[in-house]
């Protein structure tokens, strides 16, 4: 027999024993001591008390269960939406979707189920409609679509040729079929400076390769987007840019994507060709389709359920695309065994983006061994939870056992630093909690994740440099500037599940126009302001002198070391040096800003005269393709004075959401046109926030 007709006779013989209530019982295991780990999901609403009779419908409800054992054997073959362990064993149950033939399945194994009535009525409830909504997905304005995305991470490319690319990278399943769906083409946008040359570290972004998720692909849409417009105005990601690469997968399953566009809770891609019969369980999850450790973790499912792992290892053309992708930026830099650790001076990282949890996950999932490179995965990880606030755990220890997911295949096979953030409340999360929580917890999340990508097992167990500022921005040449920053050492939080150690400041120091670990690169040592490193957070300051510096924008870069020897990631700061009696420096507060309001908005930018006489300066703005108001002319101003000079931004009615608007403000002192202050503003129009709130899938 071919092996389709294997898969097509397994599924009919499943979907028999299923409905008589005939499965493979549990194997019993010694139960773990586990801690609680409420969600805020499972306090929606009370559940129905249990009953002994199924309903003929989908149901959502909590299983109450044994052991760990217990959960990974369930979510092998059930919808698994939320884990809560509980100290008290009686108490611990999971909250999965089940249909009839799986009620009937379970309460033979003697599980006790209490049906959720609030989650149970979100399966049939159809999207919010909005007769105002003209784009995102039907009831979710802020979400976009497949093509949606698509489009706006191409015009990146085509409107900033010297820092994006949009690349096809491989297909869809859809697409591999001759005379089907037309599917899609995997696109990767690939974020650097052109002009500078490489090798630079990479950062790996992937989302939505879970289709009903809607958070994932916006983040990362957003965070490249940001990315672009931040450039050259906010120096942090003026450098990171310069020197590493950003990739961005945002839709790594576009066919059950589309699908999920619909309400439908889809979560696999669409292959229809492996023996399920049923339409609505068709396709493979491609987070359990990797080529490394595929199906090593127990039992497999049947074709029809919703985490089926494909009929052998990276079968589908998503997963192939998606691994050779990865090897090709990648080095490998572990060894072939289980247990070879990553050397320290690896390179990378790679996030994937799912929901929900709100937790970070970090390998193995296929086994509850710990990952050979535990300890610095977990640093990392604390690192993100300080800023999203997840907890910070081992996939077999805050959800259930996995193999064949895409984290364990980057690490396990390249050992790159490998991680899952499942986000939010929901898997159609509102776009009110997306905005305001998803997006402002994650999205530093990813700056950081981006800042570590050189040394992801060395620099996130050193202190981050804060509040790098300079004084004045602008100087003249020769003249000195006073640096400034924060050294902190203690920014680590996993919300309970361990502790990270924490040491005083030791050490900072400063570079000029490269990064320290730039080969050649001479560095200057900072003190800390109160005059001893003794503290495990220090403000740190250096005199810095322009003596023999070109005329020109200069950029500072800073690094800080704890006494355990750990240098932390980089930070940076702009200063201008200019080479006449006569200055101006412009100041602004807001040079990046996202806003709602169509009608507009000011920028008021503080000019002050920084040379040793009075003066009056020209003002050009240039770039603008929204209607701007500005003077032609600020002064005349004192030495050592200021004045405010307000730019103002007209924002039309027909403006596209989701563009960004740059302008490049420019001050000509009339005593010296040679003196000039330059300074880019962006502004985002980003999406009217008209949708219904709602609290539900």
Aim: proline share 7%; net charge negative; aromatic share 10%.
């Amino acid at each position: 027999m071919s092996t389709k007709g294997i898969y097509w006779l397994g599924a009919i013989l499943c979907l028999s024993l299923s409905l008589l209530g005939i499965s493979q019982p549990l194997r019993p295991v010694q139960a773990k001591t586990l801690t609680a780990s409420p969600n805020p999901t499972s306090q929606q609403a009370p559940p129905l008390n249990d009953s002994t009779t199924p309903t003929n419908e989908p149901i959502v409800a909590r299983v109450y269960v044994a052991d760990q054992t217990d959960i990974n054997q369930l979510a092998a073959t059930v919808d698994v939406w939320e884990v809560h362990h509980n100290a008290d064993l009686a108490q611990q149950y999971v909250v999965a979707q089940l249909s009839a033939a799986q009620q009937i399945d379970l309460r033979a194994r003697g599980y006790r189920l209490e049906i959720d009535a609030a989650k149970t009525a979100l399966l049939t409830q159809p999207p919010p409609a909005n007769a105002a909504q003209t784009s995102g997905i039907p009831g979710y304005s802020c979400y976009r679509t497949v093509e949606e995305t698509y489009a706006a991470m191409q015009k990146l490319a085509v409107d900033h040729p010297n820092l994006a690319s949009w690349m096809d990278i491989g297909d869809s399943w859809e697409k591999t079929i001759p005379g089907g769906k037309p599917g899609y083409d995997l696109n990767v946008l690939v974020l650097t400076n052109k002009a500078k040359a490489g090798p630079k570290p990479k950062f790996l972004l992937m989302a939505a390769i879970h289709a009903r998720e809607y958070t994932t692909a916006e983040l990362a849409a957003r965070f490249a987007e940001e990315l672009v417009a931040k450039y050259n105005v906010d120096p942090d990601v003026t450098w990171l840019l310069d020197y590493f690469e950003v990739h961005i997968i945002p839709q790594a399953n576009p066919d059950g994507r589309k699908i999920a566009e619909t309400g439908d809770l889809w979560r696999k891609n669409t292959d229809n060709d492996d023996g399920c019969l049923n339409a609505a369980g068709w396709g493979t999850d491609l987070n359990r389709n990797s080529s490394f450790k595929w199906g090593a973790y127990m039992p497999h499912p049947e074709s029809c359920d919703i985490t089926y792992l494909g009929p052998s290892a990276a079968s589908e053309p998503e997963t192939q695309a998606i691994e050779a992708y990865a090897q090709s930026i990648f080095e490998d830099q572990r060894g072939p065994d289980d247990a070879d650790m990553a050397p320290p001076t690896t390179e990378g990282v790679f996030i994937t983006l799912h929901s929900y949890a709100q937790q970070v996950l970090y390998p193995w999932g296929w086994t509850d061994a710990p990952a050979p490179n535990l300890t610095q995965l977990q640093t990392l990880g604390r690192k993100f939870g300080y800023f999203n606030g997840y907890q910070v755990c081992n996939g077999q220890d805050c959800l259930y056992g996995t193999s064949g997911t895409t984290d364990d295949f980057t690490y396990g096979v390249l050992g790159v630093a490998s991680y899952t953030f499942e986000m939010g409340n929901n898997f159609f999360e509102s776009c009110s909690s997306f905005t305001n929580n998803v997006l402002p917890k994650n999205m530093p999340a990813l700056y950081y994740a981006l800042k570590a990508a050189r040394r992801p097992y060395q620099e996130p167990a050193g202190p981050d440099t804060l509040q790098v500022a300079v004084a004045p921005k602008t100087v003249l040449t020769g003249t000195n500037f006073i640096l400034q920053a924060t050294a902190n050492d203690t920014r680590y939080n996993s919300n309970g599940w361990g502790l990270e150690a924490t040491q005083p400041i030791a050490a900072a120091h400063y570079s000029i126009d490269a990064p320290a670990w730039v080969t050649g690169t001479q560095t200057y040592s900072m003190t800390a302001l109160d005059g001893t490193f003794n503290a495990k957070i220090e403000a740190i300051q250096a005199t810095v002198s322009t003596s023999g510096w070109p005329v020109g924008r200069h950029t500072v870069f800073i690094e800080s070391r704890d006494q355990a020897g750990n240098w932390g990631t980089t930070s940076a700061a702009f200063v201008d040096v200019v080479n006449s009696s006569y200055g101006v420096a412009l100041g602004t507060q807001h040079e990046f800003t996202q806003t709602t309001v169509i009608s507009g908005l000011n920028y008021v930018l503080p000019v002050t005269n920084i040379g040793s006489f009075t003066d009056t300066y020209t003002v050009t703005v240039a770039g603008s393709t929204w209607p701007i108001t500005a003077p032609v002319q600020i002064g005349p101003i004192a030495p050592s004075s200021s004045l405010p000079l307000t730019v103002a931004v007209s924002i039309p009615a027909t403006a596209t959401v989701g563009t960004t608007n740059s302008i490049t403000v420019t001050l000509t002192s009339q005593a010296d046109p040679n003196i000039q202050a330059i300074r880019q503003l962006a502004t985002r129009l980003i999406r009217y926030l008209y949708y219904l709130p709602l609290v539900g899938r």
